[in-house]
């Protein structure tokens, strides 16, 4: 697979639409995942998917640098708009139904951390999300979400020790 | 039974894996996003191509039309009578033009005694 800012040279530089084809087909499952772990519906997901990639394709081209953060950017925005249109309507629980490809405890892990993240502010889950799902990198991570790269450092050190430090305290979704 | 907490590394770790496994989206959805996205600007490709054959062909048959018919054109023009103006041309007879009193009252602006007088030729020797 192609680096994602290399495609995205190629499309503003060639037009290559083979390109662009290549970076959305690589971003789109994973970008539509991060929606939902932020707690959109799964229907409203898909909606937001493409409303971020149109705006994305408009505007890119004016600067190609980092088509990734650009594009979580343009996404987590779209969020916070449609999150203030339908105020009214709790956040989406997460899917209960994850993929079975790892051991009980593995599992269990995995909840309990979804849970713990779930608790965090909305911008800490997005940093969090961004930095170590989605493997932005903290200046990436930075652009993103509009903060400067060393408050993006700090906060991830802090929030990782948060998590660690909140891992006991709440035994009681889990069974050993 | 407490838990003992994962490093901190182990939890940048977990991250990745815990939401990872969140359900797949629909292919077919993204599939079809996907070509929604590519056929805006093939589109307005093509758009731009035929207004700019258009405009070549439109341009192409008229230097044509001039090229064959710039000869019989200048011809006409030359043939053109001259034609006069009644205004500025000899009147045939010696009788000068009467104005007609509609054509007066028309013609003649309003408050000038002179005008509503008539012509001079008119008036009886005294």
């Not at chain 1, 499309?11 to 970008?31: H, K, N, V, W």
């Not at chain 1, 409203?44 to 081209?61: G, I, P, Q």
């Not at chain 1, 105020?87 to 849970?115: C, F, G, K, M, W």
């Not at chain 2, 043939?79 to 000899?90: G, K, N, Q």
Request: charged residues 30%; aromatic residues 8%; glycine residues 4%.
């Amino acid at each position: 697979m192609r680096d994602p800012v290399e495609l995205i040279r190629l499309f503003c530089r060639d037009g290559d639409a083979g390109a662009f084809r290549e970076f959305y087909r690589s971003q789109s499952p994973r970008l539509w995942k991060f929606l939902v772990a932020r707690g959109s519906n799964p229907e409203d997901a898909y909606d937001l998917v493409s409303e971020a990639f149109l705006r994305f394709v408009k505007t890119v081209c004016r600067d190609p640098r980092a088509p990734r953060a650009f594009l979580y950017r343009i996404a987590t925005n779209l969020r916070i708009d449609a999150l203030r249109r339908a105020r009214a309507r709790p956040t989406e629980p997460l899917p209960e139904e994850i993929a079975d490809n790892s051991d009980e405890s593995v599992r269990e892990q995995a909840y309990h951390l979804r849970e713990l993240v779930g608790r965090l502010p909305e911008r800490e889950q997005n940093l969090l999300l961004l930095r170590y799902w989605i493997g932005l990198s903290h200046q990436e991570v930075a652009h993103a979400l509009d903060l400067p790269e060393g408050t993006v450092r700090r906060q991830c050190a802090e929030l990782i020790a948060k998590l660690r430090e909140c891992w006991g305290e709440d035994e009681t979704g889990t069974t050993d | 039974m407490k838990r003992e907490p994962p490093t901190e590394r182990e939890i940048a770790d977990l991250i990745a894996s815990a939401f990872e496994d969140l359900p797949a989206p629909d292919a077919r959805r993204l599939a079809a996003i996907e070509e929604r996205l590519l056929m805006r600007p093939r589109r307005r490709a093509g758009f731009a191509w035929w207004w700019l054959v258009g405009a070549l062909v439109a341009g192409a048959a008229s230097a044509l039309w001039w090229a064959v018919n710039y000869d019989s054109v200048e011809g006409q023009k030359e043939a053109v009578p001259v034609v006069i103006s009644p205004t500025v041309a000899p009147s045939t007879s010696d009788q000068p033009a009467r104005p007609s009193r509609s054509e007066g009252a028309e013609s003649a602006p309003a408050g000038n005694p002179a005008q509503k007088q008539g012509p001079v030729i008119y008036q009886r020797e005294r």
